[in-house]
């Protein structure tokens, strides 16, 4: 998988597409060639907190953001009100390239979901309303920090460091 750099001079929608882009293949490089039992090890306090919890986790944020958020549609999320973080507990039947494929799948959905405009205005939470230049910033900044976890996650597994 390759990742490409966001261009350094170009439009505020093609600047910030291309960062997310970039960020989401920096997801899947840095789970790249990890097997299922260390992709679901937990190194860290937190047993959620694993490369493949981050996986699953992002693909249900994007899902969240894009579909739910911006298009309005309803959610297929597998967290409840009963169990806040399913979102982030992996399956005995799941599998790192199984959440991989998903979270490519629902990449190319949100990239279809983002409006052309910008400033797009949909309500939000009841009574608020957010646009889609938000909800695109945020899902860049809670990419970039998940992708920091799996920094951290991947070098306590099997010490891979790198960019």
């Known amino acids: 998988m390759t990742r490409t750099a966001p261009p350094l001079v170009a439009d505020e929608r093609a600047t910030y597409t291309a960062l997310l882009d970039y960020l989401r293949a920096t997801i899947e490089m840095k789970v790249d060639g ?5 992709a679901t090890r937990a190194v860290l306090p937190s047993k959620l907190t694993t490369a493949a919890g981050v996986v699953k986790h992002v693909l249900w944020m994007e899902h969240h953001w894009f579909e739910v958020v911006l298009a309005g549609r309803e959610s297929r999320a597998p967290y409840t009100m009963e169990d806040p973080d ?3 507990r992996v399956e005995e039947d799941e599998t790192l390239a199984g959440l991989l494929d998903g979270y490519r799948q629902q990449c190319e959905i949100s990239r279809r979901l983002l409006p052309e405009d910008l400033d797009r205005v949909v309500p939000f939470r009841g009574d608020r309303t957010v646009s889609a230049r938000w909800v695109l910033a945020h899902v860049i900044e809670e990419t970039a920090r998940h992708a920091g976890h799996l920094d951290v996650v991947r070098e306590l597994l099997d010490g891979t460091t790198g960019d």
């Open 34 to 38: 990890l097997r299922d039992d260390d």
């Open 86 to 88: 399913a979102d982030w």
